[in-house]
């Protein structure tokens, strides 16, 4: 499903990546871990197609990704991507139910359907009632909840998670990833998940550890 080879990439003069390789199949949940300032996250943005590599190349769902437009990376993001980043993300002056149809909107859909879409997955994630919500008025789990759901809404091929639970503490934490891992399943959803926590990690089928803008190896959990 996801192949990167040989991925460099960095700012100005600070190199970020430097020679990354993942591999990573349909279906499977990978975890990928490393210190602070690794390149977890640029990993993982060159991935979703939001940051162009200077070298490498990069293959996702059959599509070579690095070498694409901005116009043709943004089409693929909203059509084929779903994306989880750390709490603060969601627009706090719409609803949840709104936060939440956002993808849909986004791609042309029509509100009325676009909200029915988003509907079950106040039950499925445990949100009843918070529909008419504006997001800023959510707790940090629930609105990270809400996030979960705009990143599933349109049945993306890959999720992408970037520290989801980054901001939540350790018991709601894993609540969310109870759910996203769930719900990753249920929908065979690939998934990306970026953290530096074990606990966080160990929710993933398999481990792969950045160091120094390389994927070094396997990584190994306590
Ligand atoms: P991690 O996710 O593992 O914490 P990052 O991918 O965020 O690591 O960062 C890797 C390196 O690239 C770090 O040295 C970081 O400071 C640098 N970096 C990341 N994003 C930028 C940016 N937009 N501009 C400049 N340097 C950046
Ligand atoms: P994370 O690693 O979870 O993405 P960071 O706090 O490292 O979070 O980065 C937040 C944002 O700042 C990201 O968009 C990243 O690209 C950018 N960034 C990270 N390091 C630097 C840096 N040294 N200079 C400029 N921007 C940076």
Known sequence: MIEARNVTLSFGETPALRGA????????IVAVMGPSGSGKSTLLHCLAGILVPDGGEIHVDGRRVDTLGENERSALRRDRFGFVFQFGQLVPELTAAENVALPLLLAGVRRAKALAAASPWFGRLGLDGLERRRSGELSGGQAQR???????VAGPTVLFADEPT??????????VMDLLVASAREQGTTVVLVTHEARVAAYADRHVMVRDGRVTSLAVLP
């Open 21 to 28: 390789d993942l591999a990573v199949e349909r279906g499977e």
């Open 146 to 152: 809400v996030a979960l759901a705009r990143g599933l």
């Open 166 to 175: 980054g901001a939540l503490d350790s018991l709601t934490g894993e609540q």
